[in-house]
T-cell receptor, first 111, second 113 residues
């Protein structure tokens, strides 16, 4: 079983739609959680850190569910420019406490 | 304002010909990482430095080596590139430990002919 798992998608949604991604992680002791966005052939860029209390940044909301060991990303009012791959990143104690990437979820927002 | 700089952006090498990728940072971060990312896959950690301490991932092939001569610079050396080494190589930094977010360079896309 992968340590950090995401649905690869693609998620095809119309502009203005609300879309949500989940990411599951295997180690209950994980402490750091992030969402990164990656455009094709570009480097990952931090979208937001995920805090226990949940956090919101404009149209983006991230939540952490420790009991079920998943984090989520909600995007409201999708824009064409939101089309990208969204990477979930978790620190994995079994991997020397390194940050481990999920495989990414691809989002395509259509006009 | 680039904070993590990778050169070159694109690198073409021949099968078996040694190649070096470079990374520099202006953030004065203690930790520098090298990731390999193949198409449609997650970035895979090759190794990292905490200050001068080198940490190799168990499954990183011996073909991949790294040097960090000072805080600002880190190099990835591929001694004998194979076709399977064609990938995007991403350098990243973090201020201290692994609980902190990563700052990525723009990557070097390596092609092996």
């Amino acid at each position: 079983r992968k340590e950090v798992e995401q649905d690869p998608g693609p998620f095809n949604v119309p502009e203005g739609a609300t879309v949500a991604f989940n990411c599951t992680y295997s180690n209950s002791a994980s402490q750091s959680f992030f969402w990164y966005r990656q455009d094709c052939r570009k480097e990952p860029k931090l979208l937001m850190s995920v805090y226990s209390s949940g956090n919101e940044d404009g149209r983006f909301t991230a939540q952490l569910n420790r009991a079920s060991q998943y984090i989520s990303l909600l995007i409201r009012d999708s824009k064409l420019s939101d089309s990208a791959t969204y990477l979930c990143v978790v620190n994995e104690l079994n991997a020397g406490n390194m940050l481990t990437f999920g495989g990414g979820t691809r989002l395509m927002v259509k006009p | 304002d680039a904070m993590v700089i990778q050169n070159p952006r694109y690198q073409v090498t021949q099968f078996g010909k040694p190649v070096t990728l470079s990374c520099s940072q202006t953030l004065n971060h203690n930790v520098m990482y090298w990731y390999q990312q193949k198409s449609s896959q997650a970035p895979k950690l090759l190794f990292h430095y905490y200050d001068k301490d080198f940490n190799n991932e168990a499954d990183t092939p011996d073909n991949f080596q790294s040097r960090r001569p000072n805080t600002s610079f880190c190099f990835l050396d591929i001694r004998s590139p194979g076709l399977g080494d064609a990938a995007m190589y991403l350098c990243a930094t973090s201020r201290e430990g692994t609980l902190e977010k990563l700052f990525f360079g723009s990557g070097t896309q390596l092609s092996v002919l």
